[in-house]
């Protein structure tokens, strides 16, 4: 296989300064196809903030990413999720007075064509579209296992449960590659063992997956290939067995005195 | 549909169509009243899209309905000797409107919450202003004095500024602006219902509920936000247009913050983003003050011999309370959205298994 069909995104040098904080400096790395990649590191390491420069929230200051074949316009979020990334929050953000399902028919967006005078006169191919929007969605509910919620205001979901519904709403955008920024956060045992799961799953069903995660043992258990960032850098990247016992990740990581 | 919802559905359309000729037995005010009330209906439908559903807080909503008045005004009277038709003149200022309203969400689309209050309200200022002195070096708007003589409606043969009788029932001019407002209204409620369960009208509440994450679930939030701006403006627009119609006179007198500032009353009060509140709280605050305009001053001369307060005092007065107390005991409107409601018809049935 040739190096471009496996390779799905490649960040060459992507660099992010707030003020006088270098938070990303020349960040450059490899995800292939179908790979379950993590992304970790110390606290303010800057791994949220790769996240938000790559799907465009932030703006950067250095560097380009290459997404499927083709240089990513980071410029603009809604071209980023429609070249096929989407992404969850670490602190979830899900559109709390909508019910789960409209949550999730607003991922269809990005994929979907309807206009205003679609929407006003009905027409037959609005009102074909905004069925098989509806449909799509309550299969991501169902896929995600939370079909039950549906008609529930995304506010009143459980803790574990809006986590689920954050990644039914990024997989209706179509995404290739799924980020996810600490979705074992605040999880419990038994839901970070259905998380697992589900994410095995994703990737069993053709999607990447690129996974900020503190939890090392999930980490370590899931990922393919692990990238650990440091003040903004990229200080290893292999699999999680070598990354593990890198002296600069440990440095990394008891140096700091936090002790994982 | 069940019987009972089609029974009713028929009752309430007679009653709406039997209004005005009820009304006419009252006093001819009373219809003009009514057709007020529907253009506030109008207008507050307008502003729920852009404050109600997409959640931009503006302040000048009114600049839009001026916009209306004045494109009618300004083709359809001596001021320039035009005498367009209804059918060139209202499409043509629900699109200026249109155009206004995406000329004033361009430059607030990174603002939010009270910086966007403060712009729109400016937005709405300038617009006024404009109308006050454009009357030199060029007179376009005639300034303060505004625009008289503005010609009525003309439907074919059917004259708005006379009296025909049709079945032995008289109809008079206001009577039949009333027929055509009603008409109007339906309209832009159905496009409000049908815009609020579509693709768009979803991307606007995803942005009112978190602006990052509808930008990150691919939505373009800049595209979005100026169509809710455009789209809001052009309803300012038609009622602007009817308006200028029916009072046969504009002035910028009528478009000042006072009347922005009670367009968004009667949406949060009715209940923002809730087609149904909205029309609810609109009617209110249109009727409220004119029955107390009629009853206020006898009672007074009843009870203490003279006026002690003047209804315009008492209205705002009321209006304050009322404005309070749906704050402190029903945050979210009289009538709030279906979503809310869903919610405590869940809880009841919660508390019933």
């Known amino acids: 296989m040739s190096a471009t069909a496996t390779v799905l995104l490649e960040a060459r040098g992507v660099g992010k300064r707030f003020g006088g904080v270098q938070a990303l400096k020349d960040v450059s790395l490899t995800i292939r196809r179908q790979e379950i990649y993590g992304l970790i590191g110390p606290n303010g390491a800057g791994k949220t903030t790769f996240f938000n420069v790559l799907t465009g929230l932030y703006q950067r200051d250095g560097g380009d990413v290459l997404f499927d074949d083709q240089a990513l316009d980071l410029e603009t979020p809604y071209r980023v999720a429609a070249a096929g990334i989407a992404r969850t929050f670490q602190n979830i953000r899900l559109f709390g007075n909508m019910t789960a399902l409209e949550n999730v028919m607003v991922g269809r967006h990005v994929r979907t064509k309807a206009g205003v005078f679609g929407a006003i006169l009905r027409t037959p191919s609005q009102r074909a579209e905004e069925a098989a929007i509806k449909r799509r969605a309550e299969e991501l509910l169902r896929y995600v296992g939370i079909a039950h919620r549906a008609n529930d205001l995304a506010r009143h979901l459980s803790y574990g449960d809006q986590r689920r519904l954050e990644i039914a709403r990024a997989l209706a955008t179509e995404p290739k590659l799924l980020a996810l920024d600490e979705p074992a956060a605040g999880m419990n045992a038994t839901e970070t063992a259905g998380l697992r799961q589900l994410i095995e799953g994703l990737r069993a069903d053709g999607l990447t997956v690129l996974l900020i995660e503190h939890d090392v043992k999930l980490v370590m258990g899931l990922c393919d290939r692990v990238a650990v960032l440091d003040y903004g850098e990229k200080i290893a990247e292999d699999v999680p067995d070598v990354v593990q016992k890198d002296p600069k990740v440990i440095e990394a990581y008891l140096g700091g005195g936090v002790g994982e | ?353």
């Open chain 2, 1 to 353: 549909m069940s019987p009972k919802k089609i029974a009713g559905i028929v009752l309430v359309a007679i009653a709406l169509l039997a209004l005005p000729l009820v009304l006419t037995q009252v006093g001819t005010a009373w219809v003009r009243i009514a057709n007020l009330a529907i253009l506030f209906v109008f207008l507050s439908l307008g502003l729920n899209i852009v404050v109600g559903m997409a959640g931009l807080l503006d302040l000048g909503y009114v600049a839009f309905y001026a916009v209306g008045a004045y494109t009618w005004a300004l083709l359809a009277s001596p001021h320039f000797n035009l005498h367009l038709s209804f059918w060139a003149i209202l499409p043509l200022g629900a699109l200026l409107a249109c155009i206004a309203g995406a000329v004033l969400g361009a430059p607030t689309l990174r603002l939010r919450g009270d910086y966007l209050a403060i712009v729109t309200l400016g937005f709405g200022e300038i617009v006024r202003i404009f109308m006050n002195n454009l009357s030199a070096p060029f007179n376009i708007t005639n300034g303060p004095k505004g625009i008289t003589r503005i010609d009525g409606m003309q439907l074919g043969d059917l004259n708005f500024m006379q009296t025909d009788t049709l079945f032995g029932l008289a109809f008079t001019g206001p009577a039949k602006y009333y027929y055509v407002l009603l008409l109007l209204l339906m309209l832009v409620i159905i496009v409000n219902l049908r815009l609020q369960k579509s693709r768009i009208g979803r991307a606007w509440v995803a942005i009112r509920e978190d602006e990052v994450a509808a930008k990150a679930a691919g939505i373009n939030t800049r595209n979005i936000k100026l169509l809710a701006f455009a789209m809001g403006a052009s309803f300012g627009g038609v009622a602007g247009g009817m308006f200028a119609a029916m009072q046969g006179f504009v002035s910028p007198e009528s478009f000042i913050l006072h009347e922005s500032i009670m367009i968004l009353a009667m949406v949060v009060l009715g209940g923002m983003g809730n087609v149904w509140g909205v029309i609810a709280g609109a009617l209110l605050l249109s009727f409220v003050p004119e029955l107390l305009r009629y009853t206020v001053q006898p009672a007074q001369m009843a009870l203490f011999g003279r006026m002690l307060i003047e209804p315009e005092v008492l209205r705002m007065l009321i209006f304050g309370i009322a404005l309070v107390l749906t704050m402190r005991f029903r945050p979210a409107g009289l009538w709030p959205e279906s979503r809310h409601k869903r919610e405590m018809n869940e809880a009841q049935e919660k508390a019933a298994a």
